[in-house]
Structures are given as structure tokens and as C-alpha cells.
């Protein structure tokens, strides 16, 4: 999980946006609450779509009271209080963050290598308890995990192939959302899709840099097998198309679900937000003037993600 998933504030109502900040402040202080203070650092945006997703599944009252916070200790902000769905996003966000401090402390660079090596310990740690949570769901990510490292340390020239192990990953996570066989096969699918997109997504964005710094990246990957036969720009055409179709399909899954708690929220996401992000990029790839970001964050006085 990267931080890629995320709505369009703009087109928000103001009780929704309310109601979206509110869910991410809740998980801030629930990830503090069930795994201590170093927890919050790996808020993103990601899962605080897991955690409406789910409440919409489960359409239950969603309860939100006032309350100070770190980042805003003089003013009290809207925040959704402890339930089964943010707890369960908790313990996702610790079994995935681990996995992804151990990719950093493979590919990264000496410093950074460093200062994954001084928080892994906490992490570590973190993951066990999540995992004693979660055993099956851990499980299945770590098999996922080897097998994603397998395919980078064979350095793989199809894009889908090197996609399809995070794409599966997602399955398991959204699959485990809920236990009615119906509604599990459409959200496996749903998972399938978004893991797809998110691993594509980010290997677009991080193209130069992976390059630069001589890490595995299926598209350059795919430019260096392909030569001269196909130019950059013609390499991300193709690459925004792919994200547009795997959009499309995941719309289309989605309806699928039936929800209506939540409702707009969640399509914002689908029908702006992730099209906003996957054209965002484009414009930094394609080095054209770069637009203001109409998405969250959500804590606007901060300008950043924890």
C-alpha cells in the first residue's frame, strides 16, 4: 500500500469529506491505541479506503466524536471511534508494512538501508502481534511476498506477470472483508484489480528514480527488452491505458457490491480520485507543467501524510 488511493475533496460534500477525515483520524489514533506511537507513521490513504470500504460493508452505525490530536493539539477535530473495521485496517497495515521495511532494506540505498534496520525491530514486533491477529491472512501475504521477490530478483519483463503477486496479495486482503461467499468472490475481485493498478502505478512513478538508483522496475524492464522499437512516450500511453482499463473493470466490480452506506465516498475514489492520481503522474512523466493536487491530504495544516 502506497498512498495512491485516494478521493477528490473538491467533489466531496462537506459532511462527506467530514465523515472520510474523520475515518482517518480514527485509524490514526486506533494504529497509536493498538500498536503504540511508531504505528502511525504508516498512515496513508490506502487504508483509510480499506476502512470505509469495510464499515460500508458492514452498515453499522459509524459513531465520530471530538478530539485533539498531534498534529492539530489546539483544535479538536472530528474522529470516527474504535471499531472491528479499523481494527482489522490496523492489523493490515502492520503485516504489509513489515514486508514492504524488508523490500526497502534489499533495494535501498546505505543511508536509507540504515535507518530501515533501526525501526524493523518495532516493526517486527508490530508483525507478530498482527499476525497472531490475523494467522491465515499473514500467511497468504507472506507467500505473496516471496514469490513478488522472486520475480524482481529474476528481474521479469512482463509487466502482468510482475504485477499479478501484489494483485493476488490485495485478493486476500479484501477478500477477507467479508465471509458471505457472494459478496467474498466480487471483493477478491475488486482486490485482484486494485493490487494490479496500485503495482503498476507505482512502478510508473518510480520509473527514473528505480533506474537511477538500479532497482528492479517491470517497465524499464519491458523498454530495455523492447529496444528501440517502442519510445517512452509511447511505453506510458500504453501504461495509462492499461490503469484506465483495470479502473473501468474495478467500477464495474464494485457495483457489484451493492453498497449504500458510504456510497459517495467510495465512488469519488473510483471515479475521480484514481484517475486523478494515474493522470497526475502522466504529467510528471510526460514533464509537463505540473497542476495542484485537488485530492485530501487530510490533514491539510500538515501538507503530508504521517
Known sequence: MFGYIKPVKAELKVKEWEAYQGIYCGLCKQLAKRYGLFARMT??????????????????????????????????????????????????????????LEDDLRDEGFFKRLA???????????????????PQLAEKLKEQMQYQNKLESEHCTQVDAAAEPTACLMQEVLGALSDDPIRKRV?????????RWV????????????????????????????????DRTQLYEQAKGTLY???????????????????????????????????????????????????????????NER
Open 43 to 100: 498512515l496513508n490513504y490506502d487504508f483509510v479506503f480499506l476502512a470505509v470500504l469495510d464499515m460500508a460493508l458492514r452498515e453499522d452505525k459509524i459513531y465520530f466524536c471530538r478530539q485533539n490530536c498531534m498534529a492539530h493539539p489546539f483544535k479538536k477535530r472530528n474522529c470516527c471511534t474504535a471499531n472491528a473495521s479499523l481494527e482489522l485496517c490496523c492489523d493490515v497495515a502492520m503485516l504489509l508494512t513489515c514486508h514492504k
Open 116 to 134: 530501515v534496520r533501526l525501526i524493523l525491530p518495532f516493526a517486527r514486533r508490530d508483525y507478530r502481534k498482527a499476525a497472531a491477529e490475523r
Open 187 to 195: 471483493l477478491e475481485r475488486l482486490g485482484y484489480l486494485m493490487g
Open 199 to 230: 503495482y503498476l502505478i507505482d512502478a510508473l512513478d518510480d520509473w527514473d528514480e528505480d533506474v537511477s538508483k538500479n532497482r528492479y522496475n517491470p517497465f524499464a524492464e519491458k523498454a530495455k527488452q523492447d529496444g528501440e522499437a517502442l
Open 245 to 303: 482499463l483495470t479502473i473501468a473493470e474495478m467500477r464495474k466490480t464494485y457495483d457489484l457490491l451493492g453498497i449504500r452506506s458510504l456510497d459517495t465516498v467510495l465512488e469519488n475514489v473510483l471515479d475521480l480520485g484514481l484517475r486523478n492520481t494515474v493522470d497526475l503522474i502522466m504529467q510528471k512523466r510526460l514533464q509537463t507543467p505540473k497542476q495542484e493536487d485537488p485530492c485530501c491530504p487530510a490533514h491539510e495544516a500538515d501538507g
